[in-house]
């Protein structure tokens, strides 16, 4: 062969490399595969048991691109590139944002989260703890862009000048044929893209999602119907129907029927026996520990105890070691909200920032109806999770919040807790800033994620643990442990002990899911039921005025349950309040619910399924700890769901105000 016919046969080959490499077709395909290559990857990130990303997903996950970026195809070549570079970019960082999100708070960034972004600046240490070396493949597409460019560049040099820069422009007919193929290639995108995405989605919400849409969702439930891309697609679309243009109102059945289930739990969990009362008039000391976890209390690494004070407490306290932190994504907020309202969190955002001008039934605000005094205490800033507004209207005197304190103990976030705890008792003492008896609310920060204490508060040896984020986080509880004793000193100190109802529970989890850590610990093999105990419980004690004999209560208890059993000992009937949670000093027997939908009874504990279906849960026998027919626990999920959509409705209409409206007018 002569070397002109190679080379003509090259330059064909060129040629139609080239051809295909122009073509507006190439960088699209390119553009789906490496956004639905990323979907990939954050799903595979997420290691969520039961949630296999099947064929359907997969073509859910492609069409939702496709829906994202059909447009594209009408615009210019140059204008479509650009485009594409710019929605890669984005996409990419919301994936990101996801990754990191969900592995603090194991769930995905909606509207409301993103509202609440001011926060983000706080969490700098957290966040960037989170970070990992394999997050850079969502950038290695860059790698291809930059050979692509190259690839077009060659091919551009090799082209004669006037092929490069053509006299004619192309006739009005070719033009018109142009955008005429531009069009139907935006149609025929958005067409195939709803196909690939609505197909699916129908299919399992007709089958076994179909009650997903209509119930109480579940960020990964809802994720594991509609993709990433199409969780925020529906996330969006709730926001804005909850927030723009006419807003339901709670029909006159709905507030008949939450009326008379409240009527009902309060009948069943009011008694009024020989402990109704019995601490009428005591001060009530409750501290909110941050990630404060049970699995801790009771044991020790490397021959110390983790937690000392806390041990030494429950010999003449009641000790609740089935308690459970019944947070979602406000975390530290929703235990506030549950601990002091008795109300369920959101699926998405914080109560706190979404409806703080709501009417809720409040300890503080009871109290104060009793006349106490009430004044919150957290020492950092008074605008995070919105606490200066909602503290105001939770019935507080006064948040004495960062600019109240002299940090003359910089630890973490602010300031250390044995310094905050110690500072927050000497004001609660001065009669003239806190009239007694008084309601103190107290939550502390220097057990927060990442738990990085400098070396001069680090008191444990961790052995094997040293150096690793589950080590850091058994020096961090050691240390707020140590908190408390000098705290109780304190107290006695001050004349407080002996007429102060003190109450010292956990927030939420430690963000600290990888089984080996507990297993390691433990020295044990950890089943899902050993992991949904050790992730969603947390302690609560209650220390009486002249102490108690020691009683440990191992049947379920939650944060909900907080204020009722705390009008309990004080005397306060919960009648005419709207209090969800059960009184732990009635007897009665009780149900904990968690925003995902489990729940635990005293002899069954449920765990749903990805999604969100009764069927795909599992059901858990607690004396035999092994799974059992999930019909037996029918009942307990459905009176679940019941309370979780009462306390959503609650939410959504101001229920509570519509409710004592309707009571004072005999409705």
């Not at 409301?112 to 969502?138: E, H, I, N, R």
């Not at 069943?268 to 941050?290: K, T």
């Not at 052995?463 to 050691?478: K, M, P, R, S």
């Not at 433990?522 to 004999?549: E, F, N, R, W, Y």
Request: aromatic share 12%; proline share 4%.
């Amino acid at each position: 062969m002569s070397s002109d016919s190679v080379s003509t046969s090259g330059s064909a080959a060129t040629r139609r490399l080239a051809a295909v490499l122009r073509s507006r077709y190439c960088g699209y395909l390119l553009f789906l595969g490496v956004i639905f290559a990323k979907l990939v990857f954050l799903h595979n990130g997420l290691h969520a048991p039961n949630i296999d990303m099947n064929g359907m997903d997969q073509l859910i996950a492609l069409g939702s691109v496709m829906l994202l970026s059909f447009w594209t195809f009408w615009l210019p070549r140059r204008g479509q590139t650009l485009a594409l570079i710019c929605l890669n970019i984005l996409l990419t960082l919301l994936i990101y944002a996801d990754i990191v999100y969900y592995r603090y708070f194991t769930d995905f960034l909606t509207i409301p989260v993103l509202l609440q972004a001011g926060q983000m600046d706080a969490l700098g240490d957290s966040v960037f703890a989170l970070l990992k070396l394999t997050d850079l493949y969502l950038a290695s597409d860059w790698l291809l862009l930059i050979v692509y460019a190259i690839l077009r560049s060659m091919y551009r040099r090799s082209l004669p000048v006037q092929t490069l820069h053509p006299v004619q422009p192309s006739p009005p007919s070719s033009r018109a044929a142009g955008i005429l193929r531009r069009t139907a290639s935006g149609i025929t995108a958005l067409m195939l893209g709803g196909l690939l995405t609505f197909g699916p989605i129908h299919s399992y919400a007709t089958t076994w999602a179909r009650e997903l849409f209509t119930g109480n969702w579940w960020s990964l439930a809802m994720y594991n119907v509609t993709g990433l891309i199409g969780f925020h697609g529906y996330d969006l679309y709730q926001y804005a129907k909850d927030h723009l243009g006419p807003q339901p109102k709670l029909t006159m059945q709905e507030a008949a029927e939450m009326q008379s289930w409240f009527s009902r739990q309060s009948a069943a969990q009011s008694a009024e026996n020989e402990s109704f009362g019995r601490y009428s008039g005591s001060n009530v000391i409750v501290i909110q520990a941050e990630a404060f976890m049970n699995f801790v209390v009771g044991r020790s690494v490397g021959g110390q105890e983790i937690t000392p004070n806390l041990n030494a407490l429950l010999k003449d306290s009641y000790y609740f070691s089935s308690f459970y932190h019944q947070t979602s994504q406000g975390r530290t907020s929703d235990a506030d909200m549950a601990s002091n309202g008795s109300l369920y969190p959101l699926v998405s955002g914080s109560v706190f920032v979404r409806y703080p001008g709501n009417q809720f039934d409040m300890l503080p605000a009871i109290l104060k109806e009793r006349g106490y005094s009430a004044n919150a205490f957290h020492a950092y800033e008074g605008s995070f999770w919105n606490r200066q507004i909602m503290y105001t209207e939770m019935g507080y005197d006064h948040f004495y919040s960062k600019k109240d304190f002299d940090l003359d103990e910089p630890l973490g976030w602010s300031l250390g807790d044995k310094s905050f705890l110690r500072q927050s008792l000497d004001i609660m003492d001065e009669e003239d800033n806190i009239p007694k008896p008084f309601y103190a609310f107290l939550t502390t920060l220097s057990s927060h994620h990442p738990y990085l204490l400098p070396s001069e508060a680090q008191e444990l040896d961790t052995g094997d643990f040293d150096g690793t984020i589950f080590g850091n986080y058994l020096q961090a509880v050691h240390y707020t442990d140590a908190a408390l004793g000098e705290l109780v000193e304190e107290m006695k100190r001050h004349g407080l002990w002996d007429n102060t109802i003190l109450a010292f529970y956990g927030d939420h989890d430690n963000s600290i899911a990888e089984t080996t850590y507990y297993e390691q610990f433990l020295d044990k093999k950890l089943s899902p039921l050993d992991m949904q105990q050790i992730m969603h419980q947390v302690p609560l004690l209650i220390h009486l005025p002249g102490g108690s004999a020691p009683v440990t209560d191992a049947n379920p208890a939650g944060q909900l349950d907080l204020t009722p059993s705390l009008l309990h000992l004080l005397g306060i009937p919960r009648s005419p309040y709207y209090l969800m949670g059960n009184d732990l000093f009635s007897g009665a027997e009780r149900l904990v619910t968690l925003r995902s939908g489990a729940f635990a009874d005293p002899n069954l504990t449920y765990l749903p399924g990805e999604d969100g279906q009764f069927a795909s849960g599992t059901c858990y026998s607690l004396s035999s700890r092994e799974s059992v027919d999930t019909t037996l626990c029918r009942t307990g999920f459905e009176e679940s769901q019941t309370r979780l959509q009462i306390s959503d409705n609650i939410m959504k209409y101001d229920a509570i105000r519509v409710l004592r409206s309707n009571r004072a007018a005999g409705k």
